[in-house]
């Protein structure tokens, strides 16, 4: 709950997204205001795309004045973007208020596409952090290490941009960060995204991926929603797990499994497990038989992740033979499986590759 005390002109200014819909409407009608006047006021900034307190025209003056001295809008600038050639995706480098960097990624899918056959299908993939603690080893935010959490207007500010121009169809919680690490602001965010008060989204069109925070899963699955969760495994047994993801080392396998299977009871949500394949490292057929035989029977479903190069010299993606093959005998042995397309790898877009300072190394 946002301390609504000691709120005074301009050093106090919070900004909108901070609030939840039900404490804006609190703060207006305890300065005097009618509630409707919350509603009006999220219209025009989520409908109509503006940033400026004046543009909102059927507010009263005075209340426009109130609110200029009271919030602020947008969390972000914008300081470079850059587009895959054929457009389709796209990257934009977000500076916040302290000088720090966060990436988002938007994918177009559209019914033409060569890419598949979604049909205007607008995906951005959101961050949740600045940097991130968890330190993947094949992932370039992870090697930049944390800043900070991201406040819940800095997470909803990066929908906000790419909503003014393109309607958004799905948001993956998936860019810079571990989004269960940022719980509060993680939820308050997809409380936004899905509220009729808000950007009215699909819940089946959001999905937040986790490297495995155990108690944040089982948390999240008390929230009865209806969101996507993706638990990231990438090994088939726990000696190599703690390789791939050193700071999860006290979750084994076994407890991911398990917070899967009791989120898949709880929401009748699928879960996925994502699994990012590394040449030579885990992309061997006895990896394929062990990760098979501890999901068989689990009804979820695993999303193989080739890996996307960034600047280390040390790991390599396999070839699309041994993809395949890690992949088909998981489904003969009855484990669902789909192979990540890669988008944007050109622009260091793709999955593994966000870390703020790439867009000094890529063409523009
Ligand atoms: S893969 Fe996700 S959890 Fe792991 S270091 Fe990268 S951003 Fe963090």
């Known amino acids: 709950m946002i301390n609504l005390s000691n709120q005074n002109l301009i050093d106090d200014k919070k900004y909108i997204f901070d609030y939840n819909f039900s404490e804006l409407e609190e703060k207006i009608i305890e300065n005097g205001y009618e509630k409707f006047r919350a509603t009006q006021i999220i219209h025009w900034i989520i409908n109509k ?14 209340f426009r004045a109130f609110l200029s ?3 602020k809008i947008t969390a972000l600038n914008i300081n470079t973007e850059q ?23 938007q994918m177009k899918y559209d019914p033409d596409s060569i890419i598949d056959n979604s049909s205007h299908r607008t995906t951005i993939c959101i961050s949740t952090q600045a940097g991130c603690a968890m330190q993947c080893i094949f992932c370039a935010t992870g090697l930049q290490g944390l800043k900070r959490n991201l406040s819940t207007s800095e997470i909803i500010g990066q929908i906000l941009y790419f909503s003014k121009t393109r309607k958004i169809t799905n948001v993956v919680f998936m860019g810079m960060g571990e989004p269960l690490a940022n719980y509060e602001n993680t939820i308050r965010s997809i409380k936004w995204l899905i509220s ?8 089946r ?42 700071t999860n080392v006290k979750t084994t396998i076994d407890e991911l ?8 009871e709880i929401t009748k949500r699928r879960v996925t497990f994502a699994y990012a394949l590394l040449e030579g490292v885990n992309d061997h057929e006895e990896h394929a038989i062990e990760l098979a035989s501890k999901l068989v029977n689990t009804a979820t479903h695993v999303n193989l992740i080739p890996y996307n190069p960034i600047d280390t010299e040390k790991l390599r993606r396999p070839s699309m033979n041994k993809i395949n093959l890690f992949s088909k005998i998981l489904n003969e042995k009855g484990v669902n499986t789909t192979i990540r397309y890669e988008r944007g790898t050109e622009i260091a877009a793709a999955c593994g590759q966000l870390n703020t300072s790439s867009f000094n190394n890529v063409k523009k």
């Open 49 to 62: 795309n503006v940033t400026n307190f004046d543009e909102m025209l059927n507010l009263p003056r005075q």
């Open 196 to 203: 009729k008060n808000g950007f009215n989204l699909r819940q």
């Open 83 to 105: 587009s895959t050639d054929d457009a389709a995706t796209t990257k934009i480098l977000f500076g916040l208020e302290d000088g720090s960097n966060i990436e988002t990624v």
């Open 205 to 246: 069109g959001i999905t937040v991926s986790t490297v495995g925070l155990v108690d944040k899963i089982e948390r999240l699955a008390q929230e009865k929603l209806q969101i996507g969760l993706t638990i990231s495994l990438h090994a088939p047994n726990n000696e190599l797990r703690k390789i791939l993801v050193p």
């Open 257 to 264: 499994i398990d917070a899967g299977k009791k989120y898949q």
């Open 69 to 71: 001295s009271q919030f």
